[in-house]
């Protein structure tokens, strides 16, 4: 696959990176194992996670997900061809949370820990933290990567100004910037991103690796009445994409789906793909046949038409 440099930075991305979030909680280890493989040898070899991953299931305290990961790793043993990309600051189940020095050194060393690791390829901020100056968590950050415990680092939910700041403060202080932004963004969410947040990335040269590329799911077609939503755990979250734009779009995917004989998940990803400001949409599976779904997705080429009735249908 063709590869997509992330930002200013030396990481060079697939045009999909595979979501983390599921191992060690909708895919158990044994499917964890499987996905990973098939990711890699059909060339996505980027994986996102995060140390918080999946602190909300039950019994879980955050780490499940690095966990399934760093046990792939160290069975696989070819740690260099894989990217691994994972964040902190979101609370944990013991409570912690935040962007303070303190917080960030402690929770990298457990990440690469639960990694089996010596270098995390891109670590993000998850989360803004206004409690912490931002001159602190940049220097935090400046000392992992000067360590050779960090490649690169990334921001996760920030606004455009808090973004701006961000970078100010490292540019002031000649410390490391962040080469990247991860933020929601897909068909049937645009706003939030395109007003503020899609030309300062594109300004600043930032690279782009938005989550809920599929807007958990519903980006698939998989539900489109109330009584979908009980087909998995996350049909609750896509209640609120059943009104009358969100099926104007999943009549669109319809459409251009078949005229490509591919699938509405496909289509939706390859729009992300064709936009400019993306680097690579992150997208996630349970399944060997979900997974299917992402890797044509790589290889869709959309027509300026294509593109076009989306934009119009998702506006």
Same mark, same amino acid.
């Given at each position: 696959m063709q590869k997509r440099r992330l930002g200013r930075s030396d990481i060079e991305l697939p045009p999909i990176m595979f979501g983390g979030n599921v191992f060690g909680w909708t895919a158990d280890e044994a499917t964890s194992f499987k996905l990973l493989d098939a990711c890699v040898a059909a060339g996505i070899n980027a994986i996102d996670t995060a140390d918080v991953y999946s602190v909300w299931a039950r019994g879980h305290q955050g780490g499940e997900s690095e966990t399934v990961i760093g046990n792939w790793l160290k069975r696989r043993a070819r740690r260099d061809d894989v990217i691994i990309a994972t964040k902190v600051g979101s609370q944990?189940?013991?409570?912690?949370?935040?962007?303070?020095?303190?917080?960030?050194? =402690?929770?990298?060393?457990?990440? +690469? =820990?639960?990694?089996? @690791?010596?270098?995390?390829? *891109?670590?993000?901020?998850?989360?803004?933290? %206004?409690? @912490?100056?931002?001159?602190?968590? !940049?220097?935090a950050f400046a000392d992992l990567i000067?360590?050779?415990? &960090?490649? !690169?680092?990334? #921001?996760?939910?920030? @606004?455009? @100004?808090?973004?701006?700041? !961000? +970078?100010?403060?490292? =540019? #002031?202080?000649?410390?490391?910037?962040?080469?990247?932004?991860? %933020?929601?963004? /897909?068909?049937?969410?645009?706003? !939030?991103f395109e007003a503020a947040l899609e030309p300062f990335c594109q300004a600043e040269q930032l690279g782009v690796i938005n989550y809920y590329a599929l807007a958990a799911g519903f980006l698939t077609g998989k539900y489109r009445s109330e009584a979908d939503l009980k087909k998995s755990p996350r049909g609750g979250g896509v209640k609120k994409y059943? /009104?009358?734009?969100?099926?104007? &779009?999943?009549? #669109? *995917?319809?459409?251009?789906?078949?005229?490509?004989k591919a699938t509405p998940a496909q289509v939706a990803l390859a729009w992300l793909i064709a936009r400019p400001s993306v680097t690579a949409p992150i997208a996630s599976a349970t399944s060997l046949e979900q997974l299917q779904d992402i890797i044509k997705a790589a290889q869709l080429k959309l027509t300026a038409k294509d593109i076009e009735t989306l934009n119009a249908a998702s506006a």
């Open positions: 944990m189940g013991s409570g912690d949370k935040g962007l303070s020095r303190s917080w960030i050194i =402690k929770e990298c060393d457990a990440s +690469l =820990k639960r990694l089996q @690791t010596d270098v995390i390829d *891109l670590y993000q901020a998850h989360r803004d933290d %206004p409690d @912490t100056p931002q001159e602190e968590t !940049a220097q000067q360590q050779g415990k &960090v490649r !690169a680092i990334g #921001a996760s939910n920030f @606004t455009a @100004t808090r973004l701006k700041s !961000a +970078l100010e403060v490292s =540019k #002031a202080h000649n410390l490391p910037r962040y080469e990247s932004l991860q %933020p929601l963004y /897909n068909l049937v969410e645009r706003q !939030a059943l /009104n009358e734009s969100g099926q104007l &779009v999943l009549q #669109a *995917l319809d459409d251009i789906a078949a005229a490509h």
